[in-house]
């Protein structure tokens, strides 16, 4: 029997997934690729191969209603990057198993709900199996949370407030217009209809509706954007590593927009749960993803710390958020197969991955930290 590769990408056969296996390819690393069905994973390998790259060595399927077959799969790997979504109904059997087989894991969800539901069940199990458990290594929240981790820095640490400012641009230039693949859709259509949106306010998790608050802030460049906040996994992971009282993250659109989705901010999630299965029909039938030019689109994340008197800034830039996805989980799984992930426990990506060391080592996606002198 074939030795089993130490990465394993799961949810291969995805957008994502096979962004994942390209950047893998392309530097000639060994791994496997799992998912639902042999005929796709077979056709991604072909695909790769064709192209010149690295294919897998490995071909799982992988039936979620059996948790004896994950085990299986993810048995001896050191780290599992976890692509397929939405991760609060196909993510957290892989997590499980991971935490339970002391592997390390990280995914590129952008769900709160699949992170806060992690961190309470499995904190413990990971602990005991040392595995490092890294949720959201996405181009959004990563960056995000180095970009917190640094402006709390800036502070003196345990800051009052941090809030998070998330602006992108499309490939036309248009705001809040980045192309998004399916999953994404998906993904967006659950956080909306979550029932138990969260901030972390005062040293707690409280519910909090979307767009409950309105405000504007200042891109590097001093031009000002509306924004609503919004549920995101800042709120599970950042208080963790800064001590921040308050967190509180905010999307960028245009300001009609910001003020229509507070007016009924009580009412859309009844509205969006109702009409879902609608919506997913419609997504089902939209392209799989960006392609060629519509993954130029560009995106400003802005941490903003407070302590006393004390105010610090910090940003992050960036372009083709899904290439950056790809290039996060090649970075995690360079450094989990160097042994430098010493990070137990269910952790954000600035406890597994120092954020100035990161930063520097993902210079070449156009990442760039923006920052005062």
């Not at 036309?172 to 259509?189: E, H, Q």
């Not at 609503?228 to 208080?239: G, K, L, M, Q, R």
């Not at 006393?308 to 800034?313: D, K, M, N, P, Q």
Request: proline letters at 6%.
């Amino acid at each position: 029997m074939t030795e089993k590769a130490d990465v394993l990408v799961h949810g291969a056969t995805g957008f994502t997934g096979g962004l994942v296996c390209d950047a893998l390819a392309k530097r000639g690393m060994t791994y496997a690729i799992s998912g639902r069905s042999m005929e796709r994973l077979e056709r991604l390998r072909d695909r790769i191969a064709k192209g010149g790259g690295a294919p897998p060595v490995e071909l799982r399927v992988v039936d979620l209603e059996r948790p004896s077959s994950i085990l299986e799969v993810v048995d001896g790997r050191i780290i599992v990057l976890a692509c397929a979504g939405p991760f609060v109904e196909v993510g957290e059997p892989i997590l499980a198993a991971c935490a339970r087989l002391g592997v390390h894991y990280v995914d590129t969800t952008g769900e709160q709900r699949f992170v806060a539901d992690a961190s309470k069940k499995h904190q413990a199990t990971c602990e005991a199996s040392r595995a490092c458990i890294v949720p959201a290594m996405a181009y959004e929240i990563a960056p995000a949370d180095w970009a917190c981790n640094l402006a709390a820095d800036r502070v003196g640490g345990s800051p009052d407030t941090i809030d998070v400012f998330y602006s992108s641009r499309g490939a036309n230039g248009a705001n809040g217009g980045a192309a998004t693949t399916r999953g994404t859709k998906k993904s967006i259509v659950r956080v909306l209809a979550e029932r138990a949106p969260l901030q972390w306010i005062d040293g707690s998790l409280v519910v909090e509706a979307s767009a409950e608050k309105m405000t504007s802030f200042a891109l590097p460049n001093g031009r000002r954007l509306a924004a609503a906040s919004f549920p995101s996994p800042e709120a599970i992971v950042v208080p963790r590593h800064t001590g921040a009282r308050t967190v509180r993250t905010y999307m960028a659109m245009d300001e009609r927009s910001v003020r229509t989705l507070h007016r009924f901010r009580k009412l859309a999630p009844s509205f969006v749960r109702a009409t879902r299965l609608l919506v997913d029909r419609w997504v089902d039938r939209s392209p799989k993803g960006p392609e060629g030019s519509e993954r130029e689109g560009t995106f400003t994340i802005v941490a903003e710390a407070t302590k006393g008197s004390e105010r610090a800034r910090v940003a992050m830039t960036g372009s083709d958020p899904y290439g950056l996805t790809a290039e996060l989980q090649v970075y995690a799984a360079q450094r989990a197969l160097a042994g430098a992930i010493r990070a137990v426990g269910i952790v954000g990506p600035s406890v597994a991955f120092p954020p100035r060391e990161a930063i520097a080592a993902l210079a070449h996606t156009g990442l760039s930290l923006v920052e005062p002198a």
